[in-house]
């Protein structure tokens, strides 16, 4: 049995950043329980293998520095992206401060210096073309670290964490929550007087589960349902010049449904996410690798209400029902095949202007996997896009299917991200407080703020303390999105 003050279960960036948090304003004994391995064992030998035999579970979802570790690395510095911060602090100027200052210890742990944001005029003129064609883009301030330049920073990261005496336990799983009381798979036991539970995505069905045995309200949140497309990069420079990971919002003609482009990946990878009975698809880039294509996300949110209202359930049906008809492989398919309703081949795949960058997929027919309103409103939602992204809706661009953001449940909380039981404090998107990198670091943050505060220390997210961050040239520019 261990004794500890705080418990912090994951180890992706909400985690990480209240360890961060508690450590430096206190010295409150904390441990962080992470399901998966260290960043050294994370890397797969190939990029299309997103599930290791060596170790589980999968190490693109799970492990230290979280899902995003794998990814591109990509931090959205605006406070109303990958959730909204605006909603859950009291004080809009803090929400403003809090991206500033997750930015600055990225920075201190050796994230490239380089913000990327456009030049005025030209974000202006996008937004304009955009605009006149019924689509919303929005200008985010950027800073890339890659897939490979993530892990050195993450590393250094917990290097910091452990000489301010923060422990890491490793490869071990959380069975489940109490009161002052984690009990692991194993049969072990942590004690501790605060809890912080952030155990991503990929558990959230679990912390699902556990917040009805424990009695925390919930709601269900939307899903995110759809395909990740693969152009030619050329096609996609003009924009990435203007923007690195353009976020584009479409809303369609049949059915009114909102779209979204989400997590491009600009001459990078496409990659296979493998759940235990289902698979997905995601994007990978590097620094230093390059291919010749670019890929990126293109999703349908999808609100449920009576009957279902459990939209983690029916996106899971989705994913599986695809699995099932890829042979436990994703299905790849040319848009122009989609369009004239047939299944795509590897002969049709080779005519392409594409060369698929995942290899482990299926030829097929996206149509037979999912609904027909989400494939109308991926044809219609790209035709739009076209319109702003010339030949992004080629017939030779090709779709890869299912990507999902798997809905979780959003638990009810105080603005300190505590539940209804005392002591018991959540963060992250696994709880379904944040959708992203920087948000989910965010929330880490906030209910570490929670937690210093039931110790009689009080933080402020302002420069009384962070100075450094809050002051920096970057902040200036951050502050005005």
């Avoid at 799983?173 to 798979?185: C, G």
């Avoid at 449940?409 to 539940?419: I, K, M, W």
């Amino acid at each position: 049995m261990l004794n500890r003050d705080v418990a912090i279960v994951g180890a992706g960036p909400a985690g990480l950043f209240a360890a961060y948090l508690i450590s430096e304003f206190s010295n409150l004994k904390t441990i962080v329980i992470e399901q998966g391995a260290d960043v050294p064992e994370r890397e797969c030998s190939s990029s299309s293998r997103a599930y290791c035999s060596k170790c589980k579970p999968c190490h693109v979802l799970c492990g230290i520095g979280g899902a995003g570790t794998l990814s591109s690395g990509l931090l959205n510095l605006r406070p109303d992206i990958g959730g909204n911060l605006y909603e859950l602090l009291e004080n809009p100027r803090e929400a403003a401060n809090l991206v500033c200052i997750i930015d600055h210890i990225f920075l201190e742990f050796g994230a490239p210096r380089k913000l990327l944001i456009g030049d005025p005029e030209e974000l202006e003129e996008l937004q304009r073309k955009a605009a006149s064609n019924g689509v919303r883009f929005i200008p985010i301030p950027q800073r890339l670290m890659g897939t490979d330049k993530s892990r050195a920073v993450v590393m250094k990261f917990k290097q910091h964490l452990e000489k301010k005496g923060v422990e890491f336990l490793l490869k071990t799983r959380v069975e489940h929550v109490e009161k002052e009381k984690l009990i692991l798979s194993n049969g072990e036991e942590v004690h501790a007087k605060y809890i912080l539970v952030a155990p991503g995505r990929y558990n959230a069905s679990w912390l699902s589960k556990e917040a009805e045995r424990l009695g925390i309200p919930t709601k269900y949140t939307p899903i995110d349902i759809g395909v990740r497309v693969e152009v030619p990069a050329i096609i996609m420079d003009p924009i990435i010049k203007i923007a690195r990971d353009p976020k584009f919002h479409i809303y369609t003609t049949t059915y009114d449904d909102f779209v979204r482009t989400f997590c491009v990946n600009h001459r990078g990878f496409v990659v296979m996410e493998v759940y235990e009975d289902f698979v997905c698809v995601n994007g990978r880039s590097y620094l230093e690798r390059k291919t010749q294509n670019t890929n990126f996300a293109f999703l349908v949110q999808i609100n449920l209400t009576e009957p279902l209202e459990n939209t983690l359930a029916y996106g899971i049906s989705v994913a599986k029902q695809t699995t099932v008809l890829g042979g436990f492989k994703p299905i790849v398919q040319r848009l122009g095949d989609l369009r004239k309703g047939r299944r795509s081949t590897w002969t049709r795949i080779s005519h392409s202007n594409v060369i698929p960058t995942l290899k482990t997929v299926t030829p097929g027919d996206i149509a037979m996997a999912m609904p027909h309103r989400i494939v109308t409103d991926i044809l219609e939602g790209l035709d739009k896009l076209d319109r702003v992204i010339p030949g992004v809706a080629d017939d030779s661009t090709l779709l890869y299917a299912p990507e999902i953001k798997l809905s979780v449940c959003r638990l009810y909380t105080n603005r300190d991200l505590e539940t209804n039981v005392e002591n018991i404090f959540v963060a992250g998107d696994g709880a379904g407080v944040s959708r992203g990198l920087v948000a989910a670091a965010a929330t880490g943050l906030i209910a570490a703020r929670g937690i210093l505060r039931k110790e009689g220390i009080e933080i402020a997210f302002t420069e009384e303390f962070f100075k450094d961050a809050i002051s920096s040239e970057s902040c200036k520019i951050i502050s005005q999105f």
